[in-house]
């Protein structure tokens, strides 16, 4: 069991659930809600009943994936809430991925003018990135997060015990965003991840405390993404165009799917036009796609993907921004490319072989 102490909360790794009662048995709250998904609902419901004791609380279901993190649940979340008499002394309980944790908390957040919540992560996603930061949101007009705010729930607790019942797909798609927390910032993390043999079948709990180490690092330097937080966009800048063009295909990309290439791609910006050497251009590149696989990139959607990259929000003006590898858990933000030096990254990741 490790606590991660950030200004103003508190995060729980390990067997939390003497942690989440005393949090609830010291604080007053009015009403507790609880919000799941169908699948959370099912595998995680029971562990939560099974280890609170004494609380009671209402439901909150919601139908699950990104599709619907949407204005539309926002309304059914709310609609549960008055119909609960939350009030803002009532306590909102997050159970499940980024997509329950971002709108739960959107939804707290705003509700009768803000009340309080707490994140309890299930994927491996949420349990890295998103319950750490205060980022909250939904998307709109299909712009991912396009609407949302920037608020800390009360505490975040982290038991890697929910990991058992994700599909291999998810979870290797949280653990790029580990691998991610490695190469811009950890040497020491990078060496663990890679001698990991299997990562459905290890322990993940020191990955996942020593990852949000490295983003509680930087969130706290740079809360609001002025500066140093964009170095955690490290193949996002690719990889979430790559995503938004794989959602509307008959081969959709998990989040971490995407981010993989995304950093095989920068990877190579990073060597081609920072100090990223050619011998760590190659371990990264063939780590990932040792784990990943390959997704052959169509040259057809290679202008979709410019555009998609150009509209991202971390730009400034028409400028696509980068963060670069130094080297091995060294990076620098606010770098920016050609685009034909880009789509050679694409074409990069294409020509590599498993
Ligand atoms: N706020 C941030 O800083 C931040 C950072 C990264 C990602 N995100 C957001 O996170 C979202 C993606 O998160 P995600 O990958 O967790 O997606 P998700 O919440 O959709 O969860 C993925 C799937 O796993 C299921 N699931 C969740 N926990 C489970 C468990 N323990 N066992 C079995 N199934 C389970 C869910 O029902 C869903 O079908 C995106 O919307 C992204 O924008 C936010």
């Known amino acids: 069991m490790k606590t991660l102490n950030l200004s103003d909360y508190k995060i729980e790794v390990g067997d939390v659930w003497t942690k989440v009662n005393t949090f ?6 009015s009403k507790l809600a609880v919000i799941v998904d169908e699948n959370t609902v099912k595998d995680c419901l029971p562990i939560f009943r099974e280890n609170v004791k004494g609380h009671s609380f209402h ?3 919601i139908p699950s994936g990104e599709k619907n993190k949407t204005i539309a649940t926002c309304q059914t979340i709310w609609q549960r809430m008055m119909e609960h008499g939350l009030d803002r002394h009532s306590l909102v309980i997050n159970l499940g991925g980024g997509v329950i944790g971002d709108m739960g908390g ?3 957040a705003t509700f009768k003018r803000g009340m309080a919540f707490i994140q309890i992560p299930t994927t491996l996603l949420a349990q890295v990135d998103a319950s750490i930061g205060g980022k909250l949101g939904i998307d709109f007009n299909e712009v991912k997060n396009a609407i949302g705010l920037f608020q800390n729930p009360k505490a975040v607790f982290i038991d890697p015990i929910f990991l058992k019942t994700l599909s291999y797909k998810e979870l290797r798609s949280g653990f790029a965003e580990i691998i991610k927390h490695g190469l811009i910032a950890d ?3 990078w060496n663990d991840i890679v001698a990991v043999e299997d990562i459905y079948d ?3 709990e020191d990955l996942i405390y ?3 180490l490295v983003k509680q690092n930087v969130v706290e330097q740079d809360p609001f993404e002025k500066g140093i937080r ?3 966009n490290f193949g996002h800048t690719i990889g979430h165009a790559l995503e938004s063009v794989a959602l509307n295909s008959n081969k959709p990309l998990l989040h971490g799917e995407a981010i993989a290439i995304g950093m095989v791609c920068e990877a190579w910006l990073s060597q081609k036009e920072n100090e990223l050497s050619a011998t760590n251009l190659k371990t990264i590149s063939h780590y990932i796609i040792g784990l990943y696989g390959k997704s052959m990139l169509s040259e057809t959607d290679f202008p979709q ?3 998609i990259m150009s509209q991202d929000k971390k730009n400034q003006g028409k400028t696509i921004n980068f963060t670069y590898l130094k080297g091995l858990g060294s990076s620098v933000f606010d770098c920016t490319s050609a685009e034909d030096s880009i789509l050679d990254s694409l074409r990069y990741y294409n020509s590599l072989t498993l």
């Open 305 to 307: 993907y410019l555009e």
């Open 106 to 108: 959107f939804c707290a």
């Open 59 to 61: 439901l909150i279901e």
């Open 187 to 189: 040497v020491n993390l």
């Open 230 to 232: 964009k170095v955690l």
């Open 24 to 29: 609830l048995n010291e604080n007053t709250f």
């Open 202 to 204: 290890f322990e993940m």
């Open 210 to 212: 020593r990852s949000l």
